[in-house]
């Protein structure tokens, strides 16, 4: 039979328990179907941006030359259908997030976290336990490597070792110098995502994004999706081996952006000036907005009450329907 | 029967501890208990949506924001210098509307329990209530509402695991309709705006304030609006530029 001390000592050595144990088990689930809501940089992440349109990007000179060297035709070569976007595709693509956890089989312990894959991103896998990155000289991949933290109620994760890939996807690249950090905070049914993209080489300062994805135990996402198969599309790109490119100062869609929208080019090749609210003070005599919406102007598509995304009009606002 | 009750007491005494975080944030002044410093001065970050903010797009461009049928009929009746005319040219800078105006944000601490938050452009002023505080029974809607805060609270199992959330969430009701986007995409005084407050240290010294935004609005939205405007932490007040409301620019 347990003497008095020994009940008293039982009981507080379960308090302790209670308050001293800190299991390595997540601090929040951010585990489920999270659906998109693009509801910011709608634009860019469905449709796709305009051509050249680089406003709200902090890019270098060299980022910039890059970028305008750029022809969306090089996707229709075979090799190039299927190219992958690094992991900071999280927060630039348009689609939902399916994530889970796995653990250790013996200890019950979080090793990863997991982002499913899409037909151009690999799976990203988050480390939760600790491990180094490797050595700067190891190999870059398009899944990169990536590890994270709990502060608080949020994951912070960090991502080195990516090749380098689209920021947006009018190709605007980052390149595989580029680190990643993103903050993972879950409110209720709601998740922010806030990716800090920084890369020495094509960015003046880390680039700032933030978007938000509600869960939907319905959407029932893949965690790994169909294959991307490629095929020959153009007949004129068979095996000629040449990549579709525009030389320095031949773009032609540089101006595009000003004619259909009246933003100064300056605005449109990016820089980080254009930014900060004073750079407002600049644009006040240079800007006029245009007389009638140019695109994308027929109202929201989808039932009331339903999560259907976009507008229900394309292009040129006529209200061609979506295909 | 007394070796009995000893246990009970140790675990009495057990449980009371456990939720002492909880205890100590209702009975502490919400300046007191804050987990998260967000005093200070912000500056917005323009990366997102750069079309849409920085510049008043065209009348009839409300791409990505969830309208009804109604809010369409109204916002291709915008008209900015009618707005002016009867001195409603702060329609988009209501609470609803305001967080992703560029500008600069001035962060301070009213009193113990409210938030003052201050915009330079607009000359705005938000106060987030902590607290027992109640919105006013006879409140008339103005631009910033009437604004209930509080600190997020891990859950129990959380808490008990030493967890502590670093969020604020504000939920602002009694707003005077207003515009979520400078070109007339409306939102009506039946609006609620739920937004959490997230601050982000970075390593190289950068501090982050992100506001998850979450308007509903059943008269001109079908669906929850979601956006998370950026703001970065600037040393000092240098920059702090007031600009009365424009409805033109």
Not at chain 1, 41 to 56: F, K
Not at chain 2, 5 to 30: D, E, H, T
Not at chain 2, 99 to 112: A, E, F, K
Request: glycine fraction near 8%; include cysteine; hydrophobic fraction near 40%.
């Amino acid at each position: 039979m347990m003497t008095k001390a020994g009940l008293i000592g039982l009981v507080l050595l379960i308090l302790v328990g209670m308050l001293i144990v800190v299991p390595a088990r997540a601090q929040i689930d951010l585990s489920g179907d999270w659906v998109a809501r693009e509801h910011e940089d709608w634009q860019d992440r469905t449709p796709g941006p305009e051509a050249v349109d680089y406003s709200g990007l902090p890019l270098s000179a060299e980022g910039r030359a890059r970028a305008l060297s750029y022809s969306a035709s090089s996707l229709s070569m075979p090799e190039r259908q299927c190219l992958y976007y690094p992991p900071h595709y999280v927060v630039i693509g348009p689609q939902g997030l399916k994530i889970w956890s796995e653990s250790d089989p013996v200890t019950g312990a979080v090793l990863a976290w997991k982002i499913n894959a899409f037909l151009d991103r690999d799976t990203v896998t988050i480390w939760m336990d600790g491990r180094p990155h490797p050595s700067k000289n190891a190999v870059h991949s398009f899944g990169g490597f990536t590890t994270g933290v709990w502060e608080g109620t949020t994951l912070t994760t960090y991502t080195t070792h990516m090749k380098e890939g689209y920021i947006r996807r009018n190709g605007v690249v980052a390149s595989d110098q580029t680190t990643l950090t993103m903050h993972f905070s879950r409110h209720g049914n709601t998740l922010t995502v806030t990716a800090l993209i920084d890369d020495p080489v094509y960015l003046t300062q880390p680039h700032i994004l933030s978007r938000s994805w509600q869960l939907d135990p319905t959407a029932n996402m893949a965690i790994v999706p169909a294959p991307c198969v490629p095929e020959a599309e153009l007949p004129g790109l068979k095996g000629e081996g040449a990549v579709p490119h525009y030389l320095p100062g031949e773009n032609p869609f540089v101006n595009e952006v000003t004619r259909m929208y009246h933003l100064p080019v300056e605005v449109v090749l990016g820089g980080a000036e254009a930014l900060y609210p004073e750079f407002r003070k600049k644009l006040k005599d240079m800007y006029v907005a245009p007389p009638a919406c140019v695109r994308y102007c027929c109202g929201w598509g989808g039932p009331p009450g339903t999560t259907g995304r976009g507008l229900n009009c394309f292009l040129d606002g006529t209200g061609r329907l979506w295909p | 029967m007394r070796t009995h009750r000893l246990p009970i007491l140790v675990a009495a005494v057990a449980l009371s501890l456990v939720g002492r975080n909880r205890l100590f944030a209702q009975s502490s002044s919400a300046k007191a208990a804050a987990p998260i410093d967000l005093t200070g001065y912000w500056v917005s970050i323009v990366s997102e949506d750069w079309r849409w903010r920085m510049v008043t797009p065209a009348k009839g461009d409300y791409a990505s924001v969830p309208i009804t049928a109604e809010a369409k009929r109204v916002a291709d009746t915008w008209d900015p210098a009618k707005d002016e005319a009867a001195g409603e040219q702060c329609r988009s800078y209501g609470a609803a509307g305001i967080m992703r105006v560029p500008g600069r944000l001035h962060i301070t601490w009213q009193d113990d329990n409210t938030l003052k938050v201050e915009t330079d452009v607009g000359m705005q002023t938000r106060l987030l209530h902590f607290g027992s505080w109640k919105t006013p029974k006879e409140a008339k809607p103005t631009w910033q509402g009437e604004s209930a805060a509080e600190w997020e609270i891990a859950g129990e199992a959380a808490r008990r695991r030493g967890v502590v959330a670093r969020s604020l969430k504000v939920v602002t009701t009694h707003m005077r309709p207003g515009y979520l986007r400078k070109n007339g995409v409306p939102y009506s005084a039946d609006a609620v705006l739920t937004e959490y407050w997230d601050l982000y240290k970075e390593k190289n010294g950068d501090q982050w304030l992100v506001v998850t935004t979450l308007v509903d609005d059943p008269r001109y939205l079908q669906l929850q609006w979601v956006t998370s405007p950026n703001f970065k932490m600037e040393p000092d007040g240098a920059k702090w530029d007031p600009t009365p409301c424009s409805a033109k620019w």
